[in-house]
């Protein structure tokens, strides 16, 4: 019999980046990225579980913007382009290193790893990797929630309910839409949560989210047991808190198993140490050097000198990492079971991102864990929240403090002195947007049109992602212009409208621009 | 003073245990992190952006250079108590672990960004935004328990019409009220800061979480008359500690939505206990102090003054006869 669950949560979502207006474009990258790194990779392992008659339950977020970039055609066109480019890469890398043994096999690695991406991109889910969630999710392996419609970081803009219901509302029609069904549970952005907001997800169908840590242990009375089971908000959603001890293995890039010198290394590229021309053709248009994804080196530890990476030591190591993994679940399982009286539920929830992009063998790992919790053990059981809750339906009742799970544990990462002048902007445009909305409840189509690309834009600019960046200090200017662009098209279309001006070019270049939502209905502002 | 020698060849020792940062972080090409200066009178926000490098925050907290790697641990029964130079030892590497754990959390958060370019490579010009909206408003925003932002606007108009009704030498206030026990500003105690930006924000670091906020913007002259011109929304702060002992209540809920409250049972002494093994000594013990989500030493106590610095008590006859101080 099982002494505890484990509930592994991946949030999968990078911010809405597409721009037709230009060929190549430096930030669609982050997606090419993770698509190649993180998406196709999970899809591909999910595959090999069901192959072999593996059972699991992982609870995966895909957020709007990320599944409406998944089946935007112009983006999949864009990643197969670039797809492609690395196929080429990858070819001469086998020549160039075919002399060498020790960074031959690493090659050959990417050689095979790029050349199945391919096929599970173009062939196997048809270019849509939505599908191929889709699919794991009926199967009942997945259970996949929604999160905001733009990631907005909701305690920041509860000033306006109508923008937060907004969120919530288009983040589970755009679910709809995509999955076919609505979805059960939610990752706020952030983890950000403030009280009231449960009522907003109850009406919007929600029926679970998540917290971090403090988010229930500073609940308005204390839980009895801590993180390790869920509680009710006073409308009866269910509230899981994040688990520490679990979060701190994996997290930590240094004291944490992405940290293991065996692995590769995230920064040493061939972008940056390989001839120029030879590069050229798979670096920035413009010649700027970046990451092509074609690394070499392992931490190898705190020094300048890194060593070859070794793919099959790190597999070693991975799996290595996976059965201390287990084996600490397995502990902290029996421990509480003896002290709760009943199994308790470990939420271990992670970016998706995290797994195959940053830690490259992150994806292997979690391969290794879910096989090894199926066949070498029966202590731990993968479940998802809403099992958990079909099986435990009475739970503490409790009110969960105004948390997130960002650093330092509230809203300082996305309200500090560099990001904090955009809120003024984002309320005030929040403000307009309701007050259209409940002004114009029957329009002809072509001021339709316009107020449903005024919700576009407002929901763009709330993505938190733009405020994360500009606090992070790496690629600011792009999200201070994101930003900017989005408060200035939907004020030219708000005064358009007030002044019976509407300009018909401009608002077909922002259709054409941001074209996130497509079926979207101002109304929901009113 | 035995105690004292102890303590400090503990850290000695550290100090020479760790090594500088791994030089490839600085290979890998991120923006330089400037500090942001924004400040407007007296003890306004200042550097709130300034981002310390994880040697510095790792010195603010244990005046090291770099924690000592600890390998995740087997749980099992919490730990016997250690003797006492090994706990200190524990303690300082705790702390430090914590910060550059939130630090390392950070950076891997931060890499699905990182594409090895710390700018766009093309000069992208973006538009000019309005600098005002025209309209009196006044917002306060939850950034921690201990922490609020505020911002303001105030038409030129309406400052006008004040000056008419005060003097002119009435002064554009902020007025601040502690509505934890009523509910009603006007009869809660309040504190004022002048300003002198009809348009700005500001950070303000207040006396204890939980506490019910909220603010005017207004003009007052030199008799104190005060003229509001704009009301911000209410905000109560987060809790920063355990809730006090209460009642426990239990729920059950149907898949369909049906809720219903089975029992409710009173809170004990033996339920903390229980709270306190679930969670293990150190995280129980970060807890007890309130440092369960945030760090001690943050960028933002490290900053800012004390509010009460600046403030001018109101003396309202229907208000709780002391307003709201250091607590």
Known sequence: MEKGYLTFVLHAHLPYVRHPEHEDFLEERWFFEGMTETYIPLLDMFDGLVRDGIDFRLTISLTPPLMSMMSDPLLQERYARHLYKLLELTDKELHRTRHDHAFHRTAQMYHHRLHKARWIFDERWGRNLVAGFRHFMELGKLEIITCGATHGFLPLLKISPEAVRAQIQIACDCHERHLGRRPRGIWLPECGYYAGLDQILWNAGIRFFFVDSHGILHGDSRPKYGVYAPVYTPTGIAAFGRDYE????????????PGDFAYRDFYRDIGFDLNFNYVRPYIHHDGIRLMTGFKYHCITGKTDHKEPYDPWLAQEVAAHHAGNFLFNRQKQSEHLYGLMGKAPIIVAPYDAELYGHWWFEGVDWLNYVVRKIACDQDTVKLLTPWEYLMRHPKNQMLEPSESSWGNKGYAEVWCNGTNDWIYRHLHEMSFCMTEMARNYPNPDDNLKRALNQMARELLLAQSSDWAFIMNSGTMVEYAVKRTKDHIFRFNKLYWGIKNYALDMNFLDECEWKDNIFPNIDYRVYA | MAKKVVLKDVVKKITKML?????????????????????????????LAKKATPQESVKKIAKVTKPKVVKPKVVSK??????????????????????????????????????????NAEAQPSYDIPFQYHKDRAVVLT?????????WEIKQESIHEA????GHRAKLT????????????????????????????????????????CMDVGMKNEFGHFHRIARSNYIKLPRQFLAQPGPLKWMVVSPDGQKVITDVEEYTDADLELLRKI?????????????????????????????????????????????????
């Open chain 2, 279 to 327: 969670l293990g000594p150190y995280f129980f013990d970060l807890l007890m102090k309130g440092q369960f989500a945030s760090i001690a030493g943050s960028s933002l106590e490290a900053i800012f003054q004390e509010i009460s610095a600046f403030r001018i008590p109101m003396e309202i006859s229907s208000s709780p006869s002391s307003w709201s101080g250091a607590r």
């Open chain 1, 246 to 257: 679990s979060s701190k293995q994996v997290w930590s890039a240094k004291e944490g198993y």
């Open chain 2, 163 to 166: 000056m008419a009704r005060l």
């Open chain 2, 19 to 47: 090594n500088i940062r791994k030089p490839q972080e600085e290979t890998a090409s991120k923006a330089g992190k400037k500090a942001k200066t924004r400040g407007f009178f007296g003890a306004r926000k200042k550097e």
């Open chain 2, 143 to 151: 950034v921690d328990p201990r922490f609020v932002f505020t911002y």
């Open chain 2, 78 to 119: 919490p730990a016997s108590p250690k003797p006492k130079k090994a706990k200190v030892l524990e303690e300082i590497i705790s702390k430090v672990t914590s910060s550059e754990q939130a630090q390392e959390e950070r950076k891997i958060e931060e890499s699905k960004f990182d594409i090895g370019v710390p700018h």
């Open chain 2, 174 to 213: 902020l007025r601040f009220y502690d509505v934890s026990a009523t509910g009603n500003p006007e009869a809660s105690p309040s504190w004022d800061i002048e300003v002198f930006d009809r348009l700005g924000n500001w950070y303000l670091r207040l006396d204890y979480p939980e506490q019910h906020l």
